[in-house]
């Protein structure tokens, strides 16, 4: 054979390639969102993934976004476990109104949800699956926002807690329907009462093992900056790994690690550690790739009711929010703010379908085709927007920093 | 530091009785245009009464790091019995607290705790801290937002980026004096005991994540505004509204606001502002530089020969900004020059005998208690910068210094 040196036809993109040519993407598409001036970066990113991927030009394949699945558990992890670290425990504890904000808002929209599948004939069990999972605002989204514009103020504050509040209710109630599901596919009773307990209880147990080994690490390496960033991230991606092989969830783990991080030992704490510029590199891929994994041939057969569901959503945010915000002495601005900051409903919501896709088998619809569809189309609109709503929100509350 | 510093001394509250403000009378001749009087006529007010105003820290609890949240603290407590002692400062990750006008420690004192205690709570409720301290150890400068109100706006746009370096935080104090005449002898007199003020304040050792080996950092900052400094010397009243008619004529400056200098009278209250203290880390202890303040000002004036003369003046100021820097650099082990006798003598035996000379007027005013523990400070060494130093040692940790800043300025 002659040419051998050359490389075979047809070219295989390697995860390298793949990685590279992914950032540089996202890179050109966060830039042309910036120009817009009301975009944020990370709806440049997934518009770019969205036309690269296979609802566009599949450029990303299903299969390659499969390899880069990796990337994208990391910035989740990432995400998470920054949310976690954000929560301040005593605050929420005395400041009751807020409390009482997350778990009002949390379950007036799984409330609301539920009556809307079911008005729209879809059964009962599966009607609160879907309703629980419309709980959850993304993380992703939010703290992605707040911090491209770099926002910091009570409203992003409140956003934050809330976003964790409802995250964690959304994680409980879907977990407990587990039973319900899996008893209506006729699987063993104890493993329908086991998994949601092997599920909450794991998670948060190996969440609170590894902030120990954080601790002590943390504590013996010097407490440099550099060396406290690696040993956190190193914990994290760890931590993503290990959730992922114990069959765990991965939100719990790192929102419990996150949680502890910042909550326990409350006078000699974790260093806070920015993640900076090495994150940005994970968030760029989970946005890109988020965008390619959006499929908008299901969203026109269900585009009216998927209206319906973000409008319905945000009305039940929006309510228990403004109702309580005088309470927390919110001006009505902050409250409009606050409640438009919840709009995303995003990745981890899609992440709790198909998780439930995933443990019962592909064979048996999780959700009925039309609740889950629904879903999807629901969390393909709000991921165009939802980083728009929360960019305004947050430059509405005037916490936006000018200098960006 | 100061800039809407200048109005904000709160005389919404003033204690009638501890103030007697008066307004100068003129002599009126009928039929005769009344003249009108001059901008910097000098109000006379009680002398000794004092006043204390504190810049503050706000801090992000999770981050430690400033947070920009002034605006939003005012805002929540509007309405709060406590309202009319804050206002906004240049940038929004301060705010000022100002007491109310006092003739005595003991009263001065329960004010400034009370204004402190409320001003915590609400700050737990927002989920933000309140930190004394001159300057922040770590914030970066270009992250600071300018507080917009049009003044500021306008300091910003004059400044550049001093004004964003302006985010450090000084105590300032005004005694009361009769008149012009005593607030001019007053500020030249004060001069030479500005480095124990200095010294016993500082609390800005770390600046930008360094430590900057001064104990006060934050006034480093403030010298490089051109107008930084101190007054003219000039000892008549009248001679300081030519001063100043001719700085204004010239387009020098447009209001007394422009000065920046050490030691400033303020003829709208009738007093001599004190602005070279760092915030320090506690209320008690600005309650005690404050005493100090009034318990000198009572030795100065009760004789002018313990004071500055005309003659003597400018020899008050050959050694100033180097005793001010040594005071800045060393803290309480600062070496002070004193030109008439030619030496140098360390400036914690300086202040233990100038405390000596005041115990009369102590006792009459009721600081004693003040300047003792004042005494045992500077014996012992431990102002606000050798505690950070001493927590950072311990943990290593800057984020963790703040914190435990503003646990101590809770307490």
Aim: hydrophobic share 50%.
């Amino acid at each position: 054979m002659f040419f051998d040196f050359l490389p075979t036809f047809p070219l295989k993109l390697s995860e390298f390639l793949l990685f590279g040519l992914v950032l540089l993407a996202g890179l050109v598409g966060g830039r042309l969102a910036a120009l817009t001036r009301v975009m944020p970066v990370i709806t440049g990113y997934i518009l770019v993934g969205f036309i690269c991927g296979p609802g566009g030009f599949n450029l990303i394949t299903e299969s390659l976004l499969g390899d880069m699945r990796v990337f994208v558990d990391i910035s989740l992890g990432l995400i998470l476990f920054d949310l976690g670290r954000r929560i301040d425990l005593r605050w929420l504890a005395s400041e009751k109104w807020l409390l009482m904000t997350g778990l009002v808002e949390s379950a007036l929209t799984f409330a609301l949800l539920t009556l809307l599948f079911v008005a729209f004939d879809v059964p009962f069990i599966q009607a609160a699956v879907a309703g629980a999972v419309g709980v959850a605002t993304s993380a992703a989204v939010v703290m992605r926002v707040a911090s491209d514009v770099g926002s910091e103020g009570p409203v992003t504050r409140r956003a934050f807690s809330l976003v964790a509040i409802n995250n964690m209710v959304a994680l409980l109630l879907f977990t407990s329907l587990l039973p319900f599901v899996h008893l209506e596919n006729r699987i063993v009773f104890a493993d329908a009462l086991l998994h949601p307990l092997y599920l909450i209880a794991g998670s948060v147990l190996l969440g609170a093992v590894l902030f120990q080994l954080l601790v002590t690490m943390s504590r013996w390496l010097k407490r440099t900056n550099t060396e406290q960033f690696i040993l956190q991230l190193a914990m994290i991606v760890a931590a993503v790994g290990l959730a992922a092989m114990l069959k765990l969830s991965v939100l719990l783990t790192l929102l419990t690690l996150g949680l502890m991080a910042r909550n326990v030992h409350p006078h000699r704490r974790l260093p806070v550690v920015e993640f900076g510029d090495v994150a940005q590199l994970f968030f760029v891929v989970l946005f890109v790739m988020t965008g390619a994994g959006l499929k908008l041939g299901d969203f026109s057969t269900v585009a009216w009711l998927a209206f319906v569901f973000v409008i319905v959503r945000f009305v039940a945010k929006a309510l228990p929010i403004f109702a309580f915000g005088t309470l927390s002495k919110l001006s009505l601005r902050q409250s409009a703010a606050l409640s438009l900051s919840l709009t995303p409903l995003a990745g981890l919501a899609a992440g709790m379908t198909f998780m439930l896709g995933d443990m019962l088998g592909s064979n048996t619809p999780a959700l009925s085709s039309l609740a889950g569809t629904v879903l999807l189309a629901s969390v393909t609109l709000m991921q165009l927007v939802g980083p728009v709503a929360a960019r305004f929100a947050f430059t509405y509350a005037n916490e936006a920093d000018p200098n960006t | 530091m100061n800039h809407e510093t200048d109005d904000s001394l709160n005389t919404d509250t003033v204690n009638v009785e501890n103030t007697a403000i008066a307004v100068i009378e003129r002599p009126r001749v009928v039929g005769m245009p009344v003249p009108a009087p001059h901008p910097l006529a000098f109000t006379s007010s009680t002398p000794l009464t004092m006043g204390v105003e504190l810049e503050l820290q706000l801090i992000n609890v999770e981050t430690q790091n400033l947070t920009t949240e002034a605006d939003d603290l005012l805002r929540r407590i509007a309405k709060h019995k406590i309202a009319p002692n804050l206002k906004p400062e240049i940038t929004q990750s301060m705010i000022e607290v100002n007491s109310s006008v006092h003739a005595r420690f003991d009263t001065l004192q329960p004010e400034m705790r009370e204004i402190r205690d409320a001003l915590v709570k609400e700050a737990k409720r927002m989920n933000i801290g309140i930190c004394g301290g001159g300057s922040h150890p770590f914030q970066k400068w270009n992250e600071r937002r300018i507080y917009p109100t049009d003044r500021f706006l306008a300091v910003a746009e004059k400044y550049g980026y001093l004004a964003k370096q302006f985010t450090v935080f000084g105590q300032h104090v005004h005694i009361g004096v009769a008149n012009g005449d005593d607030a001019m002898y007053l500020c030249h007199s004060f001069a030479r005991y500005v480095p124990h003020f200095v010294a016993l304040a500082a609390s800005s050792p770390f600046y930008q994540d360094t430590d900057t080996s001064f104990d006060s950092s934050r006034l480093s900052i403030v010298n490089a505004f051109p107008l930084a400094g101190h007054a003219p010397e000039v000892f008549q009243w009248e001679q300081f509204i030519k001063y100043f008619d001719k700085m204004q004529a010239a387009g020098v400056v447009e209001t007394m606001k422009d000065f920046y200098w050490d030691i400033r009278p303020k003829p709208e209250y009738g007093t001599v502002e004190l602005r070279i203290c760092d915030t320090p880390l506690t209320v008690d202890h600005a309650c005690d530089l404050a005493a100090y303040a009034q318990t000198l000002a009572a030795w100065l004036l009760d004789d002018r020969r313990r004071g500055v003369s005309e003659a003597s003046v400018m020899d008050l100021y050959l050694p100033y900004a180097v005793n001010r820097f040594q005071a800045c650099r060393y803290g309480i082990q600062a070496e002070l020059i004193e030109v008439e006798t030619a030496t140098r003598k360390p400036m914690a035996e300086d202040f233990i005998n100038t405390v000596a000379k005041l115990q009369w007027y102590a006792a009459q005013l009721g600081t004693g208690e003040s300047l003792q523990r004042l005494s045992r400070l500077t014996l012992s060494g431990n102002n606000g910068s050798l505690w950070l130093r001493e927590q950072l040692k311990d943990c290593e940790s800057m984020w963790e210094v703040v914190e435990r800043a503003t646990a101590l300025w809770a307490t």
